[in-house]
T-cell receptor
Framework: GENVEQHPSTLSVQEGDSAVIKCTYSDSASNYFPWYKQELGKGPQLIIDIRSNVGEKKDQRIAVTLNKTAKHFSLHITETQPEDSAVYFCAARVGGFKTIFGAGTRLFVKA | KAGVTQTPRYLIKTRGQQVTLSCSPISGHRSVSWYQQTPGQGLQFLFEYFSETQRNKGNFPGRFSGRQFSNSRSEMNVSTLELGDSALYLC??????????????FGEGSWLTVV
């Protein structure tokens, strides 16, 4: 069945360092890969997304890469700040109807 | 433009009771999906509605049901509540479900505690 694996489950970095979160999806029909940030007590907020016809996308300090052959995609956050501390979820959308989420990565940015 | 609105934000119910949660999507969005979020299971897909029709359903028992109204607002119902139903229930809306790469936007969620 459809599955998205996300690693690591917890990530601790020093302020200013980079953070990388990796995901693997199982269904080759997946065509859309969003990333969400969830702060305590709030719903997940979309931070960046990538479609299957694109290999990389950047938005200021955030970038996402996609390797369709390996069915891997990654989130890169550069120059991390304390306000980047949150839980990050990757997801893969299959067939336009269902989004499958990874288990989440809790990111701690130490000042 | 207002975001996805969920009510109530917090509620406590007793085992065996039933609960109804409400979701108003972003204006113009016609698709609504529901997710259950728990510490152990992460974000689990419940179901998705478009044009008042259920388009897809996750692996949840029949105690979990939903519906969508003509104005795209949606409700989900859980009957015969169990302790394990305690979770954050998230509603997400999108323009339409069919198009590729359709972004979904989440509400703040409804925190349900079953005692």
């Amino acid at each position: 069945g459809e599955n998205v694996e996300q690693h690591p489950s917890t990530l601790s970095v020093q302020e200013g360092d980079s953070a990388v979160i990796k995901c693997t999806y199982s269904d080759s029909a997946s065509n859309y890969f969003p990333w969400y940030k969830q702060e305590l007590g709030k719903g997940p907020q979309l931070i960046i997304d990538i479609r299957s016809n694109v290999g990389e996308k950047k938005d200021q300090r955030i970038a996402v890469t996609l390797n369709k052959t390996a069915k891997h995609f990654s989130l890169h956050i550069t120059e991390t700040q304390p306000e980047d501390s949150a839980v990050y979820f990757c997801a893969a959308r299959v067939g336009g109807f269902k989004t499958i989420f990874g288990a989440g990565t809790r990111l701690f940015v130490k000042a | 433009k207002a975001g996805v609105t969920q009510t109530p934000r917090y509620l406590i119910k007793t085992r065996g009771q039933q609960v109804t949660l409400s979701c108003s999507p972003i204006s113009g969005h016609r698709s609504v999906s529901w997710y259950q979020q728990t510490p152990g299971q992460g974000l689990q897909f419940l179901f998705e509605y478009f044009s008042e029709t259920q388009r897809n359903k996750g692996n949840f028992p029949g105690r979990f049901s939903g519906r969508q109204f003509s104005n795209s607002r949606s409700e989900m119902n859980v009957s015969t509540l169990e302790l394990g139903d305690s979770a954050l229930y998230l509603c997400a809306s999108s323009l339409v479900p069919e198009s590729s790469g359709n972004t979904i936007y989440f509400g703040e969620g409804s925190w349900l505690t079953v005692v």
